[in-house]
C-alpha cells in the first residue's frame, strides 16, 4: 500500500533571501447611507476590478425557492428604467468592460472590470444596476427558460451530480443542501419573486464594494460617493436556520449514470468555516493530504498508481458551516481501490505526526502561493472579499504566513483527528452502477438514486 | 488614451536558446517558462497524443532530479507548475517566490538536459493521460466539441486533422525508444525559449539562464513537416454521437487568413463582432432574440498562439424544437448581414476599446487564477518561437486598432464563404428530457 521509495534530487540550489511580501494599503470608508467601501491600488495594467456584494445570496431565500437568488442576479443586468439589455451590452463594450451577476449561498455579487480611463461610466452602470433595475417581463421570461435548459444540463455532469448528493447528504434540511434549483422550481419562478429579493437585499446596508487597480484611491473614493450617495436602503433582516445533524457513520450515495466510462468519487464531512481559529490549521493538513500537486493522495493514487488525472482535497467555507471533501475521477475498476487509499491516508495523517522535512514543506508551499494574490488585480480583489466577507481580522493578509510556519506536527496530527473523520465521510460514487455498485459497497450501506435524484432500488 | 509598454529585454545564447526577460518588481513573485517549438500538429503519425503524452513525461524525472522531485521542489519552495500542449508548442511553467528563482531554472535546465525516465513512468502516466481523456472529453456531455470533432471534418493534411489527445491504442502502442526519439528530436535548446518574467533584474536574468542553461548542447534543427492545408473549395460536413447531453449541437468553423496580416486583424475584430460575449451578433440573434439556441459562442482559439491552419468557430447547442436546418438558417442570416452590411463606424468603434482592454488582461492574466503573467508568458513565447520578435507583444495591437468598416466588409465576403467552411453536428443519442417522459 505504501508509495515506492521516493529518490531525492541532487545539486539543487538552495533558496536565496526571502523578500518582504508587503500588501497594499487598504482604504475603508462606509458612506453615509450605510454602503461599506474598501479600495486598494494595484498598477499592474490600466484597468480596475470591482465587485459590489451584497450579503444575502441563496440561502437567505431558500425558503421561497431554491437558487432564488441566483436567478435574481441574472435577471437584474437584462434592463434598467433607463437601458435596455441590448444597451447595457453596448455601454459595457463601448468602455471595454466586462461584468457578471450571480449569487452564490451567501452572497449575491455584480463583477466587473474595466480601463480606469472608464472607471466612472463603469460605476454608473453598476449603481444603475444595483438601484433602478427593471426586471422587464420578457427578459425575464427569456431567463427562465435558459436556466431550464442550464439545469437540464447540468444533470448530464459528474462533477455536479457528485456536489448535489454530498451537499443534500450533508445539510439535510438546511438550505445550503440546495445547490441547484429543479426544473419544476424554475417552471414556478415569478417575476414578483424576484423582484422581492431585489428590493430586500441589494441595499447599501447590506452592501461591500470593493475596488483593486489602476486608481488614486482618494480621486476614486470620491468618485463613488458621488456615484453612490443617493442610494438608500436598509439592511434585510436574516433567518438563522437550524444547525443541520451530523450523520454518523460511512455511508455510500450511488448516483446511476448508465453507461458512465470512468467514476466521480466525492467523500466529504462537516468542517468548520473562515472565521474557526482551526482554519489556518486545516488548511495546512488539507494541503498535505490532497490540496497540493505535492500532496501524499496525489502522489499515491496519480504519480504512483494511475488511477486518476486530477485528485485533490478542499475546504468549502460557507457562511454558517463549512465542510472537508477530496474528490478524484477514477477508472471504473479502481474505484475500491481508490477508495482505499483516500481512506489510508486520511487515516495515517490522523495516527502519526509528520515528519518535520515534509511540514516544512507544506508550510513553504501554503505562504508562497498565498503570496501570488499580490500579483494580479484579481488575485488582490479575491484575498480582499475573503477578509472583509469572512470579517476577518484587518491584519489577516499580513499575519496569515506567520502563522502558517507556526504551526507544529502535534497541531496538525490534532487537527486531522478533529476533522479528517474519516470514520464519518459520506461518500458519492457517480458512474454506472453495473460496474461500480459492489466495489462501492465495500466501504458502508449503499443507497442508488439516478441522475434526476430519485431514489432507485 | 493610454497604452501600456512591456519592458523586454531578450538574447539568443551560444546553443541556440532565445531567453526573454520582462522585469517587473510589484509582486516578490517570479514567472519562469519554457516553451519548445513542438505541438500536437507534428507529433508522429501512427502515435496520436504523443506529444501531450510526452508533456507527462517530463515530469517523470530528468538526470539529478528523479521522478516526483520536480513537482516537490518547486511546491516546497512556495510555487506553482504545470505543462500544457498545443497545436505548435508545448509549455513548461512555474509561478514562485523570487527566492527560488535560481532552482526552477536549473530544474528547467535539467529537463532540458537529460529525460530519466523509466517503463514503469511510462506505464503510469499513460494510466493518468486515459483517466484525463476520460474526464475532459468521453465521460462529459459536449466533451471536446468541437475542438476534437472539428480537425478531422475540417482540415486534410494529418498534421491538422488528426486526434490530438490520441487513439488509446496509439498511446498504447508509445514505447521509451519514442520518448526518448522524440526528446532529442524536439526538446534541444535551439528550438526553445525561457521567459523570465517579475521580479528579476534582466543582467541577473541572463546570467543565470547562461549559467544553467549554456553547456547544453545544441542538436540538430529539428525537421518540420508542412502543416499546410490543399485550397478548400467546398463545404464539409461530418456527424458526431452526444451519448450524455439531450440537446443538438453544432460546430461551424471557416478557415482563417495567413496571421499577422491585414485580413488577419480585420477578422479578429470580425470575430468579436460575431462571437463578443452577450453583445456579439450570435449571441444577440440566436440566443437573446430569436431563442433558437441555448448557447451560442466561441471564435479564434488562442489567436496569437498558433502557427498554422486554424478556424473561427461557432459553438451552437440549440432546443431540439428547432431543427438543425432551422438553427443553422438563422446562423447564416447573421453572416448574411454583415457581409451585406458590415458593421457600424460605433461598433467597430466600441470593438477596438474593448480589444484594447481585454488585451491587457491578457497580458496580466493568470491560468485558472493561480499564474500570473501566464498571458504575458504565453504571447511573449510565441511572437519569440514564431517570428523573433518579443517586442511585438508592445505593437501588435496597432494593427488591430488601425482595422477599417471596409476591410472588416471585405473580410466578411472572402472569408465566411460555405466553400471555406466546416460543420459538425453533435447529435444527442437519448431525446431530451421532456419527450422521453
Not at chain 1, 276 to 282: F, G, M, Q, T
Not at chain 2, 15 to 36: E, F, M, Q, R
Not at chain 2, 113 to 133: P, S, T
Amino acid at each position: 500500500m505504501a508509495t515506492r521509495t521516493v529518490e531525492v534530487a541532487t545539486g539543487v540550489p538552495g533558496l536565496s533571501a526571502e523578500r518582504a511580501v508587503t500588501w497594499p494599503k487598504r482604504t475603508k470608508a462606509r458612506l453615509s447611507n450605510g454602503l461599506e467601501v474598501i479600495l486598494a491600488e494595484a498598477h499592474s495594467i490600466p484597468k480596475f476590478h470591482g465587485e459590489l456584494f451584497f450579503r444575502s445570496g441563496n440561502a437567505a431565500v431558500a425558503d421561497r425557492a431554491p437558487g432564488l437568488a441566483e436567478m435574481t442576479a441574472t435577471v437584474v443586468r437584462t434592463g434598467t428604467a433607463k437601458r435596455a439589455s441590448r444597451q447595457i451590452e453596448e455601454d459595457l463594450r463601448r468602455i471595454g468592460a466586462d461584468l457578471s451577476s450571480g449569487a452564490g449561498a451567501d452572497t449575491s455579487a455584480i463583477s466587473f472590470a474595466g480601463l480606469s480611463e472608464f472607471a466612472e461610466p463603469l460605476l454608473g452602470l453598476v449603481n444603475e444596476l444595483a438601484r433602478e433595475a427593471a426586471f422587464p417581463e420578457p427578459e425575464f421570461e427569456r431567463e427562465r427558460r435558459q436556466k431550464l435548459e442550464e439545469v437540464k444540463l447540468e444533470r448530464t455532469q459528474p462533477g455536479f451530480l457528485a456536489s448535489e448528493r454530498l451537499r443534500k447528504v450533508l445539510f439535510g434540511a438546511h438550505p445550503y443542501a440546495q445547490v441547484s434549483p429543479s426544473e419544476a422550481q424554475v417552471a414556478a419562478y415569478k417575476r414578483e419573486d424576484l423582484q422581492k429579493v431585489y428590493r430586500d437585499a441589494y441595499t447599501p446596508e447590506n452592501g461591500l464594494l470593493l475596488l483593486v487597480g489602476d486608481f488614486d484611491s482618494q480621486a476614486m473614493l470620491q468618485n463613488v460617493e458621488k456615484v453612490f450617495a443617493a442610494w438608500t436602503g436598509k439592511k434585510p433582516e436574516t433567518k438563522t436556520a437550524p444547525a443541520p445533524a451530523h450523520p454518523r457513520g460511512r455511508r455510500v450515495y450511488l448516483v446511476h449514470v448508465p453507461g458512465a466510462v470512468q467514476t466521480q468519487i466525492l467523500a466529504g464531512y462537516h468542517a468548520i468555516t473562515r472565521k474557526n481559529p482551526d482554519w489556518v490549521k486545516l488548511g495546512l493538513t488539507n494541503s498535505l493530504y490532497g490540496g497540493a500537486f505535492n500532496s501524499r493522495l496525489v502522489m499515491n493514487i496519480r504519480e504512483d498508481k494511475g488511477y486518476t488525472y486530477s485528485p485533490r482535497s478542499g475546504m468549502h467555507a460557507l457562511r454558517q458551516h463549512g465542510y472537508f471533501s477530496v474528490s478524484a475521477a477514477v477508472r471504473n475498476d479502481v474505484v475500491a481501490a481508490s477508495l482505499t487509499e483516500i481512506f489510508y491516508e486520511m487515516d495515517k495523517l490522523r495516527s502519526l505526526p509528520v515528519p518535520e522535512p515534509e511540514l516544512a514543506d507544506a508550510q513553504n508551499y501554503l505562504s508562497g502561493v498565498f503570496s501570488m494574490g499580490l500579483a494580479t488585480q484579481d488575485g488582490l480583489l479575491s484575498q480582499l472579499s475573503t477578509v472583509a466577507l469572512n470579517e476577518l481580522p484587518d491584519d489577516y493578509l499580513e499575519t496569515y504566513r506567520a502563522k502558517v510556519r507556526a504551526i507544529t506536527p502535534e497541531e496538525l496530527l490534532a487537527t486531522a483527528r478533529k476533522y479528517l473523520d474519516s470514520a464519518n465521510m459520506q461518500i458519492v460514487v457517480v458512474g454506472d452502477r453495473a460496474q461500480i455498485e459492489s466495489q462501492a459497497a465495500l466501504f458502508g450501506e449503499l443507497e442508488v438514486f439516478d441522475a434526476q435524484g430519485k431514489r432507485i432500488t | 488614451m493610454k497604452r501600456m509598454q512591456v519592458g523586454i529585454e531578450s538574447t539568443t545564447l551560444a546553443n541556440g536558446l532565445k531567453v526573454v526577460i520582462a522585469s517587473d518588481t510589484t509582486a516578490p513573485v517570479v514567472t519562469v517558462g519554457v516553451y519548445y517549438k513542438i505541438g500536437f500538429r507534428l507529433e508522429p503519425q501512427g502515435r496520436s497524443g504523443f506529444a501531450h503524452l510526452f508533456e507527462h513525461m517530463m515530469f517523470q524525472g530528468s538526470a539529478n532530479a528523479p521522478k516526483m522531485q520536480h513537482i516537490k521542489l518547486i511546491n516546497s519552495s512556495g510555487g506553482v507548475l504545470n505543462g500544457s500542449t498545443s497545436y505548435d508548442v508545448t509549455n513548461y511553467y512555474e509561478a514562485v517566490p523570487s527566492n527560488a528563482l535560481e532552482r526552477v531554472l536549473w530544474l528547467e535546465a535539467d529537463r532540458m538536459r537529460a529525460l530519466k525516465v523509466d517503463d514503469e513512468n511510462l506505464k503510469n502516466q499513460r494510466d493518468v493521460v486515459k483517466e484525463e481523456v476520460r474526464v475532459n472529453v468521453m465521460n462529459q456531455p459536449y466533451g471536446g466539441f468541437p475542438w476534437l470533432d472539428m480537425p478531422p471534418v475540417a482540415f486534410r493534411n494529418w498534421a491538422n486533422a488528426h486526434n490530438f489527445y490520441g487513439d488509446f491504442a496509439d498511446l498504447d502502442a508509445a514505447d521509451l525508444k519514442d520518448v526518448q526519439a522524440f526528446f532529442k528530436t524536439y526538446y534541444v535548446p535551439n528550438n526553445a525559449v525561457l521567459l523570465v518574467l517579475g521580479d528579476v533584474k534582466a543582467e541577473e536574468g541572463i546570467a543565470l539562464a547562461k549559467k544553467h542553461f549554456g553547456d547544453i548542447p545544441a542538436g540538430a534543427p529539428p525537421p518540420f513537416a508542412d502543416p499546410s492545408e490543399p485550397e478548400q473549395t467546398e463545404e464539409r460536413c461530418g456527424n458526431v454521437e452526444e451519448k450524455f447531453g439531450t440537446l443538438p449541437a453544432m460546430a461551424i468553423g471557416y478557415v482563417m487568413p495567413e496571421r499577422r496580416t491585414a485580413d488577419w486583424c480585420a477578422m479578429a475584430l470580425l470575430d468579436q463582432a460575431l462571437h463578443g460575449g452577450r453583445a456579439g451578433r450570435l449571441h444577440r440573434e440566436l440566443v437573446l432574440e430569436k431563442q433558437i439556441a441555448v448557447e451560442a459562442d466561441g471564435g479564434i482559439d488562442d489567436i496569437f498562439g498558433y502557427n498554422g491552419p486554424t478556424q473561427m468557430t461557432t459553438r451552437i447547442l440549440h432546443k431540439p424544437e428547432y431543427s438543425s436546418e432551422a438553427t443553422l438558417a438563422a446562423f447564416d442570416a447573421v453572416i448574411r448581414e454583415v457581409q451585406q452590411n458590415s458593421i457600424s463606424a460605433d461598433e467597430l468603434e466600441q470593438l477596438k476599446v474593448k480589444w484594447r482592454s481585454d488585451y491587457y488582461a491578457t497580458l496580466e492574466g493568470g491560468r485558472g487564477g493561480y499564474m500570473p503573467k501566464y498571458g504575458l508568458m504565453h504571447l511573449l513565447a510565441c511572437f519569440t518561437l514564431f517570428d523573433n520578435e518579443p517586442q511585438l507583444v508592445n505593437t501588435i495591437l496597432d494593427g488591430f486598432l488601425a482595422v477599417t468598416r471596409e476591410e472588416i466588409h471585405a473580410a466578411a465576403k472572402k472569408y465566411l464563404r460555405n466553400e471555406k467552411r466546416a460543420i459538425v453536428f453533435r447529435t444527442p443519442v437519448k431525446a431530451s428530457a421532456k419527450e422521453a417522459a
